[in-house]
């Protein structure tokens, strides 16, 4: 049992709602340091499209787990819980503020808490599975398990179709295998005494976000960074390739798509995965919820205090 745990100040948020901004800000103020909790911007060479922080950002402010694997090397909650806990005891025993930023929720939770029993349901998912399963029956859908995680397929007898939804749901829901997930259930001690603070952004407002985002992006060259990645082998099977913004990308540099599909596309998507992300972070109770920037001096003041200890 450790006397003194190490002290995270977490930020959360849905993509686009300034996460990354206040964490900065808070890290330049008071000499901290940040572990990203993004599960695209560990990845070299993805970084218009994973609104990585610039090269002048990260000499501001130090982070870490940010461009430490090719895009072809694998990269999970499991590895991430176990580079996390690694850069944070070092921080830990050098006496920095540390701070936890990024938008892999599911990242945070493994490091956190290590389980999944309350990971939401996703109706969209749920519909599209229970469709396939009226046209095809069960056995398709089983199938499709084994191959993607035979430990789960082992688990759950080829008729059960309650169990096999779930861990396809949870598949779908976090990229990641539900046996994985919960193989980080024996993780769930408390190693770090932690403060969840959230960041509060109005739908409409967030939306239009997500639109200059994108827009951004697009002026920054996202097809140039794509095509960059294909010509040095990245394809677009590698799971980072086939995330949002590289998949629709992807697809347009292959002729099936126009490019404003694709941007419409893009923004669809992304608008999408933000409302997945606030389901699952109104869901956790632990999170203190701010509005940005009207509530940025309070929450300096609360991470000055949670710093000092008090």
């Known amino acids: ?180 997930l919960l193989s980080l259930h024996e993780f769930a001690v408390r190693d770090y005494d932690y403060l969840k603070i959230g960041i509060n952004v109005e739908r409409q407002k967030l939306r239009q976000r997500i639109d200059e985002r994108v827009d951004g992006m697009i002026s920054a060259g996202l097809v140039d960074e794509v095509r960059g990645l294909r010509n040095m082998g990245y394809g677009p099977w590698l799971k980072p390739m086939q995330s949002i913004g590289y998949k629709e990308m992807n697809a347009y540099l292959e002729g099936a798509l126009d490019f404003d599909r694709t941007v419409e596309l893009i923004k669809r998507d992304t608008k999408r995965f933000a409302k997945r992300q606030m389901t699952w972070l109104r869901a956790d109770k632990e999170i203190e919820w701010f509005d940005i920037p009207g509530d940025a001096g309070k929450v300096m003041e609360i991470a000055e205090r949670f710093f000092r200890g008090e």
């Open 1 to 180: 049992m450790k006397e003194k745990k190490p002290r995270l100040l977490v930020i959360l948020g849905p993509t686009a709602s300034g996460k990354s901004r206040l964490a900065m800000e808070i890290a330049g103020a008071l000499g901290g340091e940040i572990v990203s909790s993004d599960s695209l911007q560990v990845y070299k060479h993805l970084d218009i499209g994973t609104a990585k922080p610039s090269l002048e950002e990260r000499a501001a402010v130090t982070h870490h787990l940010i461009d430490i694997l090719d895009p072809d090397r694998e990269f999970n909650a499991g590895t991430f819980r176990d580079e996390a806990s690694r850069v944070i005891e070092s921080l830990a025993a050098g006496g920095k503020n540390i701070l936890l930023a990024g938008g892999t929720y599911l990242y945070v939770k493994a490091l956190l808490s290590g389980l999944i029993e309350d990971l939401p349901a996703d109706r969209t998912i749920r519909a599209a599975l229970r469709k396939e399963r009226a046209e095809h029956g069960t056995a398709p859908l089983y199938e499709r398990l084994l191959s993607i995680d035979p430990e789960s397929a082992s688990r759950i007898h080829p008729n059960d179709y309650v169990r096999t939804e779930r861990a396809l749901e949870v598949y779908e829901l976090t990229g990641q295998k539900m046996s994985l």
